[in-house]
């Protein structure tokens, strides 16, 4: 069991990630040749399931991405299941301390460091018996979300838990706890100066920050501050926005009119 994401992260590269938010297992096929790096589907925000994200990790499987689940709460029975499953990453929404994130590894990890349930059900599939556990927590990564007031505050806190490989900001969400409107890429100076402090607090501890963007520009912008996972748009985000696209310049090229 290798993670691609630690070997990119490790060579001082920045990880193109997917996200999945359509629940079939053939739009994730499609996602899964396209050149990411990692790809996550999303059982918080999306109308995927556990099963219909059983699928997408199957479908991913005959490509070189690295799969990684963005759970719906920071509840240790969805975490076992996802890596039971074969998720190589959990990012967990809304952690806001860090007596949250040390259950967010505690739910992540094996013991001694963890109590995550041994029953690697799909994980384990490779290899000989026993190989999966022996590796598990060294390769799983553990990425504890950081997208509200409370977390900022609690910001140097939450990154001295033992177990994370890094942090996965929400702009959307972060933005809104600060009474601002939800979007992706912000540009306010206020919440930049928030970016920059969380990159360099990751930066001394040896760890990684993740962002979600609304396509290359700013993930453009995110790699330029320092982020190193950047995921660009969602399937649904970018199905539409190209749809939108073609039927605008359809249209405006003097197209029938619908």
């Known amino acids: 069991m290798t993670n691609k994401v630690k070997e990119i992260w490790t060579s001082g590269q920045v990880v193109i990630n ?4 359509i629940p079939s297992g053939f739009s994730a096929e499609v996602m899964a040749q396209c050149g990411f790096d990692s790809i996550t589907v999303d059982l918080q925000h999306g ?3 556990y099963h219909s994200m059983v699928a997408c990790l199957q479908a991913m499987g005959a490509f070189p991405v690295t799969p990684m689940v963005r759970v719906p709460w920071n509840e240790p029975g969805i975490i076992g299941k996802v890596l039971d499953a074969g998720a190589y990453g959990v990012i967990c929404p809304m952690i806001n301390s860090a007596e949250e994130a040390e259950a967010l590894v505690r739910a992540c990890k094996y013991p001694p460091r963890g109590a995550r349930s041994n029953g690697p059900v799909r994980a384990g599939f490779r290899g000989p018996g026993g190989a ?7 390769q799983t ?5 950081i997208e509200t007031r409370a977390a900022v505050e609690n910001m140097e806190a939450i990154l001295d838990v033992d177990g994370i490989a890094g942090v996965y900001v929400g702009p959307s969400d972060l933005g809104f706890s600060y009474g601002l409107t939800p979007k992706l890429d912000r540009d306010e100076p206020d919440i930049i100066e928030i970016f920059r402090k969380l990159l360099r607090e990751c930066e001394q501890r040896g760890l990684y920050a993740g962002i979600h963007c609304s396509g290359p520009a700013g993930a453009k912008r995110a790699i330029d ?5 950047v995921t660009l748009l969602s399937d649904i985000g970018m199905m539409a926005s190209a749809a939108r696209q073609w039927v605008g310049e359809t249209r405006g090229g003097g197209g029938q009119q619908g």
Do not use: H, I, R
Request: hydrophobic fraction near 45%; charge should be negative.
């Open 47 to 49: 109308v995927q399931d």
């Open 225 to 229: 501050l320092g982020f190193k996972l």
């Open 141 to 145: 990564l553990c990425l504890p979300m």
């Open 18 to 21: 997917g996200w999945l938010s």
């Open 132 to 138: 999966y556990q022996a590796t598990a927590n060294e």
